[in-house]
T-cell receptor, first 111, second 112 residues
């Protein structure tokens, strides 16, 4: 058990829709990272939050947004969904020593 | 853009054989991490190498970081079916504030 929880585990939705993925970091970790994993692109960094504030951005589309709440859980919002957004979305947290822990992921299928 | 190339992309060998997988980049990273990922799960960190030329051993797994900190290798001795999985290398940029840069991984299958 990584200590990072993600919900839902699976999500099926239609093109044009909007979904929200949720992540709770490992207890005590202040950082949350979101990654997208697809067959052709591999694992790609999307965005990082630290203690409620955005810290770094990667290859995140403008249709995607995220936030981290005071209780440190984070949500990734994906809107105007396209078929190509179908992927596994992982959340990870890091402890004060920089040791990462990945959640089990949310598998998003856009039909 | 920093890129990590992993090779081979796929590898299927018999139990008991040795193997090496590679992770190469044209960029320098402050450190490099190796992960193992099983289907339906998130990546699990195996090791972090920090110093150029560093060698770390984890039971039958040996990890090496290149002298110039641009490449790394993972060697598995006497592979077992339990070693089957997707092996990912990830580069850590200076400061560690940014997200990891991952290679696309090596899909390893160890046949009994």
């Amino acid at each position: 058990d990584s200590g990072v929880t993600q919900t839902p585990k699976h999500l099926i939705t239609a093109t044009g829709q909007r979904v929200t993925l949720r992540c709770s970091p490992r207890s005590g970790d202040l950082s949350v990272y979101w990654y997208q994993q697809s067959l052709d692109q591999g694992l790609q960094f999307l965005i990082q939050y630290y203690n409620g504030e955005e810290r770094a951005k990667g290859n995140i589309l403008e249709r995607f947004s995220a936030q981290q709440f005071p209780d440190l859980h984070s949500e990734l919002n994906l809107s105007s969904l396209e078929l190509g957004d179908s992927a596994l979305y992982f959340c990870a947290s890091r402890d004060h020593r920089g040791r990462p822990s990945f959640g089990p992921g949310t598998r998003l299928t856009v039909t | 853009t920093q890129l990590l190339e992993q090779s081979p992309q796929f590898l299927s060998i018999q139990e008991g054989e040795n193997l090496t997988v590679y992770c190469n980049s044209s960029s320098v990273f402050s450190s490099l991490q190796w992960y193992r990922q099983e289907p339906g799960e998130g990546p699990v960190l195996l090791v972090t190498v920090v110093t150029g030329g560093e060698v770390k051993k984890l039971k039958r797994l040996t990890f090496q970081f290149g002298d110039a900190r641009k490449d790394s290798s993972l060697h598995i001795t006497a592979a077992q079916p339990g070693d089957t999985g997707l092996y990912l290398c990830a580069g850590v940029s200076g400061g560690g504030a940014d997200g990891l840069t991952f290679g696309k991984g090596t899909h390893l299958i160890i046949q009994p």
